[in-house]
């Protein structure tokens, strides 16, 4: 099986960075996803990381621990479009298809 | 532009009714997939498709049913045997199985039982 926890509220303010912690247990791992996703909207797809490091797409950084099953999200200069949820998500392989299974979502509140 | 059309936006049920929820993608993606998300919770995978004429269970697949006639739609039918159908639905895809690394999402039918 394959579960995924991350904190379920994190509040910022405009302009400071925060950090969105995931970690994961699951029956061969194959990457590690962000998706955004604001109040009745579709998810967005933000980053991968298949390899342990950090991968960074302008203000939005992510990085991944593959011996720790740990990776994190981290969005700096933050801006009040920003608030949404953000959930981890990783590619699990089953009946020799691999599908991804996202965690609970972590719901940032920025404020001005 | 390419991109995933769920319809209908906003959907009501009636107890013992079947409805059906469209998903239609020009991407010409292989993989298409229906999650279902509730409130304040993450997104549980209902029933995938590799490719047409082939679809497979997710987590929690009962009371739901599918089908993949073409490449383009994967319409999901909720019916009476779902026993808590109120809930947002999520219709993505992706290129291939397993390959690529983001899912283009449509933008959700929200469903009520009422």
């Known amino acids: 099986g394959q579960s995924l926890e991350q904190p379920s509220e994190v509040t910022a303010v405009e302009g400071a960075i925060v950090q969105i912690n995931c970690t994961y247990q699951?029956?061969?791992?194959?990457?590690l996803s962000w998706y955004q996703q604001h109040d009745g909207g579709a998810p967005t797809f933000l980053s991968y990381n298949a390899l342990d490091g950090l991968e960074e797409t302008g203000r939005f950084s992510s990085f991944l621990s593959r011996s720790d099953s740990y990776g994190y999200l981290l969005l700096q200069e933050l801006q009040m479009k920003d608030s949404a949820s953000y959930f981890c998500a990783v590619r699990d392989r089953g009946t020799g298809f691999q599908k991804l299974v996202f965690g609970t979502g972590t719901r940032l509140l920025v404020s001005p | 532009d390419g991109g995933i059309t769920q319809s209908p936006k906003y959907l009501f049920r009636k107890e013992g009714q079947n409805v059906t929820l469209s998903c239609e993608q020009n991407l010409n993606h292989d993989a298409m997939y229906w999650y279902r998300q509730d409130p304040g919770q993450g997104l549980r995978l209902i029933y995938y498709?590799?490719?047409?004429?082939?679809?497979q269970k997710g987590d929690i697949a009962e009371g739901y049913s599918v089908s993949r006639e073409k490449k383009e739609s994967f319409p999901l039918t909720v019916t009476s045997a779902q026993k808590n159908p109120t809930a947002f639905y999520l219709c993505?895809?992706?290129?291939?199985?397993?390959?690529?690394?983001?899912?283009?999402f449509g933008s959700g039918t929200r469903l009520t039982v009422v």
């Open positions: 498709s590799q490719i047409v004429n082939d679809f």
């Open positions: 699951t029956s061969g791992f194959y990457g």
């Open positions: 993505a895809s992706s290129t291939r199985p397993g390959q690529g690394v983001g899912y283009t």
